[in-house]
């Protein structure tokens, strides 16, 4: 397993912040002006398959609201958030936190120290040292402490999961994470926590049990830190593979908004035909991943690229020398009318299927002030290789997706399907 799983590229309209992850500057969410009448009305797409489990109840179920109630104050575009519960292992010590970003696209729970008003333990070496981590996510970081606590996700508890503290104080990040660049605040980053549930078990895996200086992992003595070794079991790792049941993978369902946007709130279920409310229907499209990379393969304008379905970019990302480019959002794109793009998807089984994504004009999009839209796109680098599925491409679908190593009915993780 490559430890550049990490890096996820995660898109924060209002931040463009955190590729398989975070990034920089871009357009606040709060833009002015009235809605345009140059966006044309296509109907809401959603499938039978989201329809049969947005209704879903139970303890494995976590509500998601996009861009709105479990997120903060100030939500940027296209933001899944729900609500996680932390205490301090073995206890009844909790915390409920919301704003927190769920991610299908990183690996492991991470938190704003700042946010907690609980202390957790933390995880040291043979040596006691404590260990730091640098989540890196493309242009963005997350540097902290490596921490253990029990999770409650729903109603379902993960029992000792090795965390991340995000704490800029911590140690010294500077000649370490990013050359410095990390997040600072959760006000800055725009929420207080990522639940990374994407398809690997821990954040870095194999490499980092047998490779010092990995640049994610470091053994830390008051402000000195040195690149470190770290077992699986005390890796920064997904919660979900910490439950007794419902482990093996998720179904993330989300209503479809019309084309000039709006709201949508859907649920996050826990694992795959192990409840009545999460079995897998029959017509599923099912992708296999790259067992090593975690991604699929998308042929799109006559080129083969690497692919991942990522909740935690709010846009689809992929390159293109023939969509113009935005005039006020830049690296965004703004077609003079809306596109239907088809790239195919391909599995490492060769099995392809064919989609249909929409792009529409961002620029006009923001003025009408709504949150959510499925139809926003920003241009990757001519040699990036990479077309990411965003946030966007959940919208209106139940997107299953199975976990390394983890059976169910509809195969061998890691996969996605809908």
Not at 236 to 252: M, Q, Y
């Amino acid at each position: 397993m490559n430890y550049n799983r990490l890096v996820k590229l995660f898109l924060n309209i209002g931040i463009v912040f955190h590729l398989f992850g975070c990034g920089g500057s871009g357009v606040s969410s709060n833009n002015s002006g009235s809605s345009t009448s140059s966006i044309p009305y296509l109907a809401p797409r959603n499938s039978t398959n989201e329809q049969s489990y947005i209704s879903a109840s139970g303890n494995n179920v976590l509500p998601v609201s996009i861009s709105g109630s479990n997120c903060g104050s100030s939500p940027y575009l296209n933001q899944p958030c729900v609500s996680v519960t932390v205490c301090v292992p073995g206890s009844s010590n909790c915390q409920t936190i919301n704003n927190i970003l769920l991610d299908t696209g990183s690996y492991g729970f991470r938190v704003f120290k700042s946010v907690l008003s609980i202390t957790l333990p933390n995880i040291t070496n043979t040596s006691g040292y404590n260990y730091g981590t640098c989540a890196t996510f493309g242009i963005g970081a997350d540097w902290g402490s490596v921490n253990r606590a029990d999770l409650i996700l729903g109603n379902d508890k993960a029992s000792s999961v090795p965390v991340q503290l995000i704490d800029s104080s911590f140690a010294n990040y500077s000649s370490h994470c990013n050359g410095g660049q990390v997040d600072t605040s959760s006000s800055s980053a725009g929420f207080n926590g990522i639940l990374g549930v994407g398809g690997f078990i821990q954040d870095c895996g194999t490499t980092c049990t047998t490779t010092q200086n990995n640049g994610v992992y470091f053994a830390c003595s008051g402000s000195s830190c040195s690149g470190a070794t770290v077992t699986l079991a005390n890796q920064i790792a997904n919660p979900i593979t910490f439950l007794s049941s419902d482990n093996n993978g998720s179904i993330l369902v989300l209503p479809d908004v019309a084309s000039s946007g709006g709201t949508s709130s859907g649920v996050f279920i826990l694992g795959i035909g192990t409840e009545s409310n999460n079995s897998a229907p029959s017509n599923l499209s099912v992708l296999v991943a790259n067992q090593s990379s975690g991604y699929i393969e998308t042929s799109y304008n006559g080129a083969t690229l690497n692919a991942i379905l990522d909740s935690g970019t709010n846009a689809y990302s992929f390159y293109s020398n023939s969509i113009s480019s935005c005039t006020d959002i830049t690296n965004f794109y703004c077609p003079s009318g809306v596109l239907n793009l088809t790239p195919t998807q391909i599995g490492t089984s060769n099995n392809t299927v064919s989609t249909s994504i929409y792009v529409a004009n961002t620029d006009s999009l923001v003025k009408t002030n709504n949150l959510v839209f499925d139809n926003i796109a920003f241009a990757n680098s001519s040699t990036s290789n990479i077309f990411i599925y965003g946030l966007p491409f959940y919208l209106g679908k139940a997107v299953f997706m199975g976990i390394e190593g983890k059976s169910s009915s509809i195969g061998s993780g890691i996969y996605w399907a809908y």
